[in-house]
Structures are given as structure tokens and as C-alpha cells.
């Protein structure tokens, strides 16, 4: 993702990382506080650190999922024949992850926020279950790296 820039500049990483955090969640430019973000710019966060799997017969799934494509960076992987629903996620990348572990470090809402994503009806009864211990999992693996600390 960062083919051409030299890794010994940091301001241009810097504002690499800047950049992909305000599209993460949806805005013109970084917010101070997640506070100010709409709850789909925070769903994103948690979504992309958890890779979170919804149910695609929730009447809510479709609207927010082509809302997160639109706005979050979230990817189009397949869209069946019927089109009922369309299959999405975030991809694996490094980048993405930092920029949510440098927003985790931001704010303390990220592990508050995860158990409202849990009751809804949108995620999955199997990924509600397995995701018990996520919010401990998530303090201790939120680290970013070293230029961030």
C-alpha cells in the first residue's frame, strides 16, 4: 500500500496513516474524538480490528453494508446471483490496522461501543458468542507501533 513512499519519512507516513483514517470512518479529516463520529465510523473500527460477520437476512444488514462501502473502505467480495445480499469485509492490511490501533489509543469508547455491536441483531448469533472475550483481547492487543507511541 505504501509502494513508492521512503520509509524514513515520517511526515509522509505520517499523513499516509492520516489519510486512511479519515476515510476509515467517513470524514473530510481526523477528528480529535471518536465521540464526535457517527456510529458507523465506529462500527468500522471495531469492524475492522474484529472482522465482524452479519447476517445477511437482517432487513438493517443491506442499507449499512452499502453505507460502509460507500463511506468506511469496507470491500465488495461477492454478490450472489439473486442479490439479496452482498458478501463484505475489510481486507487484511497492515495500515488499516495500525490506523485503528493509533485511534484505540485516542479513545476509551472502542471496547464500550463493542457490546452495543454485540446485541444487535445485525451480527451474527455464532460471532456473538465467539467474541466473549474481545473487549480484553482488544486492550491488550491495540498497541500501535513504535513511531506512534
Not at 479519515?22 to 458507523?40: F, H, I, N, Y
Not at 445477511?56 to 443491506?62: A, E, G, M
Not at 461477492?78 to 492490511?93: A, C, D, I, K, L
Amino acid at each position: 500500500m505504501l509502494q513508492g513512499i521512503d520509509p524514513n519519512n515520517r511526515d509522509m507516513i505520517n499523513s499516509t496513516l492520516r489519510l486512511l483514517q479519515a476515510r476509515l470512518v467517513g470524514e473530510a479529516e481526523v477528528k480529535k474524538s471518536m465521540q464526535d463520529c457517527a456510529s458507523t465510523a465506529k462500527l468500522a473500527l471495531v469492524d475492522l480490528r474484529l472482522c465482524l460477520d452479519y447476517d445477511p437476512l437482517h432487513q438493517d444488514t443491506r442499507p449499512l453494508m452499502q453505507h460502509m462501502v460507500s463511506s468506511h473502505m469496507r470491500y465488495v467480495y461477492s454478490v450472489p446471483v439473486h442479490r439479496n445480499y452482498v458478501r463484505t469485509g475489510y481486507p487484511s492490511e497492515p495500515l488499516l490496522a495500525e490506523v485503528c490501533a493509533i485511534q484505540r489509543l485516542r479513545d476509551s469508547w472502542l471496547t464500550l461501543f463493542l457490546g452495543s455491536c454485540m446485541s444487535s441483531l445485525l451480527v451474527s448469533k455464532s460471532q456473538q458468542a465467539s467474541n466473549q472475550s474481545i473487549p480484553s483481547h482488544l486492550a491488550r492487543s491495540n498497541e500501535p507501533g513504535p513511531q506512534h507511541a
